[in-house]
């Protein structure tokens, strides 16, 4: 629709364009897009009417016919992207490269001011606009959408090329000053993925980060995903629209009282699922913006040479004694993380053997990886796990619940990964209950997130935890749960009780595992909602816990499952008033749920030997050497998928030190303890023989030759091969790995009561490699005894305990059992 310019409704009449606009808006079936478009063009053919009723045809001749010093009026910022919503400002400038009349810029800004639209105007030469866009970043990326609209179009055309020429020379410079603006709008506007009542433009994930990614992309530089870019942005554009029309006011914040009505103009069932569609919107362009922005940083680094400096020397991993750590000179700069997966330019990607499609353990592997590393993974590596991964089978092999356990526990820097997974479908696939959470509002002032972040976060919380739980890898599982029944009917917390329990079982958990979590998540708030609205001291209080938990190791996962949910809800969810009300209900539970007595020996927690481990205990103990057996198989869903496991089986007559010396000996190996017991049996009645049950699994898949582990354990155990000292050199010669912050090591010596005949020392650490043989180092150097041990890896994290003795097999004294716990704490650094 254009404007009559003639004497009758001429550019003066202020009345023409607001009608002309008013009709536009109100037309039936024009919305979207088109109607932005066509809003646009009614504008653009106003101004233009303007500018030549002030003097200024288009073809840039004055209207006596004589040549006239170039003019011309640009659209730029939002308006010179040919789009406009119906209450958006008109950004125009009017461009010049000579001397005009004084009383030009006023004949086109007033009938403007006076049909009522807002303007933010500007009149310059081309060099005083490049003047300014150079000093100031707003100004520049406004100039970068600069529209022709009237006037002399090689005058707009010559300081669109000078502008974009501008940028992309100063594109060093600029994009981290363009990256540092878009922090800080974050941080004043929040993440608009989680805001009750965002602000569409400002928050992250919004259009202003799309006008962003736009500006990289100009520079050549690098450039966005753009799968399902657009889809975002027409959606965020679409409810701006219906919120400037729904409100009648230029705003950009979608608020409560107002969602109802944009809904309604979107033909959306309600505003949670309105909302809920901005959420996915946004999620796209915020991850869109974080894969840019690690390019834009591989891509600067790059040009300086910073990347060049900082490049990972790779190592080529061998078995021990042939070579390990020996720095592959020239090889490419990719460093392993783990099977599968290699770091290059500060991100996890696929190594060259990778093979998707037969290893569907491989996304959870490369996210825990990652995670642990302090990384993300590449844009392109999911991607491609995405579409190349089969679903993983049911049940989960182990290796699929150990790697998401060891995810969960990587604390924050699990939250980027998850993201990336998020982003392409992945956690989808392997939770198919999370759809109904992801990007689901909580209408709830307490509450900071959706449903599925608040998840995420609590197992966040829950991973600084890990030392106060005998379990962590229950603890991670249950707080990424615990509310996975928001949004069925009924009670969330028993509508996830039936949720988690077939979870549990398609993840592979053992039955009492499953029983577990099914209580954690039914009771989540169970603790909180008693301790504040109950009798403390009333006994049917603390019964009512009893009965919920029944065990003190479910008490003491749902004490911390608590404190996460609450932490990770917000500010006002947890006190230290609340946590006083907390803490005094679950220490009188605790104690009432101990009155069962004693804790079984630590032998009884073993089966009968088998077969196969009679056997070499006999064979030890006639021979007075060590003995073993090794059984490999398969963690993944396929044989010859997946990292390569070990079952060792290891007889020795007792001997100090043999728990330090076999476990350094895997070490050398790069063989991950998953598992280990030990015990004594007296099989011939000749003496003590000590027998050693080993899972393991190779760290880069490739498994050592037998004949060599044989004999590398031989020789440490005679003495002739230095395991500590080669386990030092390897770690010297390694690149020092980022890593990330975790709790520090918790050793403890267990009440008395754990057992009548030793002393049991617990440990809990962060897994490392040669963790476990630091431990046994430390245990012989103070002269104890091990007379059991059971130790078990859960995701990332060490669960042990040591039955120690002194050398005449009695159990430590109290003093004695502080030295040891002291050693082995020191000897954990």
């Known amino acids: 629709m254009t404007i009559e310019t003639g004497p009758s409704s001429g550019p003066s009449d202020p009345s023409a364009y607001p009608a002309a606009r008013a009709a536009l808006l109100d037309r039936p079936g024009l919305t979207g897009r088109p109607r932005r478009a066509a809003l646009a063009r009614l504008t653009d053919d106003w101004l233009a009417g303007l500018l030549a009723a002030a003097g200024v045809p288009s073809s840039g001749a004055s209207s006596s016919g004589a040549p006239s010093s170039g003019v011309a009026l640009v659209a730029v910022g939002g308006y010179g992207r040919g789009e406009l919503s119906p209450r958006s400002d008109l950004d125009v400038l009017l461009l010049h490269d000579g001397p005009i009349a004084p009383e030009l810029p006023e004949r086109i800004w007033y009938p403007v001011w006076d049909a009522g639209a807002k303007l933010d105007h500007s009149v310059r030469t081309p060099a005083e606009a490049r003047a300014v866009a150079a000093a100031d970043l707003k100004a520049q990326l406004g100039l970068l959408d600069a529209r022709h609209l009237a006037g002399d179009g090689a005058l707009t055309a010559a300081l669109r090329s000078a502008v974009l020429t501008d940028w992309r020379a100063s594109a060093p410079a600029r994009l981290p000053e363009l990256r540092e603006l878009g922090r800080e709008r974050a941080e004043r506007h929040g993440e608009l993925s989680f805001l009750l009542e965002p602000d569409l433009k400002e928050a992250r994930g919004g259009l202003r980060d799309l006008v962003a990614l736009d500006a990289v992309a100009a520079t050549w530089l690098a450039d966005a995903p753009r799968d399902g870019l657009d889809t975002a942005a027409l959606r965020l554009a679409d409810v701006r ?101 290699v770091e290059q330019d500060g991100e996890a990607v696929l190594a060259q053997g990778a093979r998707p499609a037969a290893d569907p353990v491989l996304p959870l592997r490369a996210a825990a990886a990652a995670a642990q590393n302090g990384l993300t993974v590449s844009y392109a590596t999911v991607r491609r796990l995405a579409a190349e991964c089969r679903p993983l089978p049911v049940p989960w092999p182990d290796e699929a619940r150990e790697q998401l356990v060891t ?12 993201e990336a997974l998020e982003a392409e479908g992945l956690i989808t696939k392997l939770l198919p209950d999370w759809e109904r959470v992801r990007c689901r509002p909580q209408r709830n002032a307490v509450h900071r997130w ?51 329990r077939d979870l549990a079982v398609r993840m592979g958990f053992p039955a009492e595992d499953t029983e577990t979590l099914a209580v954690l998540v039914r009771h989540h708030l169970t603790l909180v909602d008693t301790a504040t609205r109950r009798d403390p001291d009333d006994p049917a209080t603390v019964e009512a816990i009893t009965k919920a938990v029944g065990t003190p190791s479910e008490l003491e996962l ?14 006002a969810a947890w006190s230290g008033w609340r946590a006083s009300l907390v803490d005094g209900l679950v220490a009188r539970a605790a104690a009432q749920l101990a009155g069962g007595g004693a804790a079984p020996e630590g032998a009884a927690l073993w089966a009968r030997p088998s077969a196969e481990q009679e056997r070499i205990a006999v064979e030890a103990a006639r021979t007075g050497g060590p003995a073993l057996s090794l059984l490999a198989r398969a963690e993944g869903a396929d044989p010859g998928s997946g990292p390569m496991g070990v079952e060792l089986t290891l007889a020795v007559p007792d001997r100090p030190g043999l728990l330090g010396t076999v476990a350094g000996v895997l070490a050398l190996h790069r063989l991950t303890v998953r598992s280990a017991g030990l015990r004594e049996l007296d099989p011939v009645g000749s003496g003590p023989v000590l027998l050693l049950s080993w899972r393991v699994a190779a760290e ?109 097999g009695r159990p430590l004294t109290a003093g004695r059992a502080g030295e040891v716990a002291a050693a082995v704490r020191a000897a954990l650094g």
């Open 558 to 571: 749902l004490h911390a499952l608590t404190e996460a949910d609450a932490l990770a809800t917000g500010p």
């Open 407 to 418: 995810l969960l526990g990587a604390g924050e820097a699990a939250v980027p990964v998850w």
């Open 700 to 808: 880069f898949g490739e498994l050592p030759e037998a004949a060599r582990l044989r004999a590398d354990l031989r020789r440490a155990l005679d003495g002739s091969l230095d395991v500590s000292r080669r386990l030092a050199e390897r770690d010297a010669a390694a690149p020092r790995r980022r890593g990330i912050p975790t709790p520090p090591p918790l050793v403890a010596v267990a009440p008395a009561v754990a057992s009548a005949t030793a002393t049991v020392l617990e440990v809990r650490a962060h897994d490392a490699p040669g963790l476990l043989h630091r431990i046994g180092r430390a245990l012989d150097g103070a002269g104890v005894r091990v007379r059991t041990a059971h130790v078990s890896t859960l995701g990332a994290e060490a669960v042990d305990s040591f039955y120690l003795t002194d050398p005449a």
């Open 450 to 500: 959706t449903v599925d972040r608040h998840l995420v976060e609590t197992a966040v919380r829950a991973a600084a935890m890990t030392r106060r739980v005998a379990r962590p890898d229950l603890l991670l599982v249950a707080a990424l749960l615990h509310d996975i029944g928001k949004g069925r009917p009924g009670d969330h917390s028993e509508a996830g009780e039936v949720i988690v």
């Open 241 to 341: 629209d219906a919120l400037h029309l729904a409100t009648g006011r230029a705003t950009e914040r979608l608020s409560l009282q107002d969602q109802d009505q944009v809904a309604e103009r979107l033909g959306v069932p309600d505003a949670d699922t309105l909302l809920r569609q901005v959420y996915e919107a946004a999620r796209t362009v915020a991850y869109a913006s974080d894969v840019t922005w690690r390019a834009v940083d591989r891509v600067l680094a790059a040009r300086s040479g910073r990347g060049r400096r900082a490049g990972w020397t790779a190592f080529r991993f061998t078995g021990a004694g042939r070579g390990t750590g020996a720095v592959a000179r020239g090889a490419v700069a990719r460093r392993p993380l783990a099977e599968g997966v």
